[in-house]
């Protein structure tokens, strides 16, 4: 498995970003995708998650309204839209299977991408 983050950035409060994941080594198509992050000090938390097919999403209840999740099975990509940002949500991000799957495959999801830096500050 190789995960790829890309998108990130220093953006003022208020201001949006788009992140990016491309994924390799399984078949994307057939598993959930979440969005993670870590702040400093922080442990890594699940930040959103969508279904294998893309019509299902859900988020942390921090993120809701201003996220959006959304993934190109035919490009392997999933990509997290961030709006109105906040100073809070700076952390570095990561995709990946879900978490149930994170658990479940270790075998195969045996690794994490470097993520991606975001800086909300003005």
């Known amino acids: 498995v190789h995960l790829v983050e890309s998108g990130g950035g220093l953006v003022q409060p208020g201001g949006s970003l788009r992140l990016s994941c491309v994924a390799s080594?399984?078949?994307?198509?057939?598993?959930?995708m979440s969005w993670y992050r870590q702040a400093p000090g922080k442990e890594r938390e699940m930040v959103s998650i969508v279904t294998s097919g893309g019509g299902g999403t859900n988020y942390v209840d921090s993120v809701k309204g201003r996220f959006t999740i959304s993934r190109d099975n035919a490009k392997n990509t999933v990509y997290l839209q961030m709006n109105s940002l906040k100073p809070e949500d700076t952390a570095v991000y990561y995709c990946?299977?879900?978490?149930?799957?994170?658990?479940?495959?270790?075998?195969?999801?045996?690794?994490w991408g470097q993520g991606t830096q975001v800086t909300v500050s003005s």
């Open positions: 080594g399984f078949t994307f198509s057939n598993y959930a």
């Open positions: 990946n299977a879900d978490p149930v799957t994170l658990a479940t495959k270790r075998q195969l999801f045996t690794s």
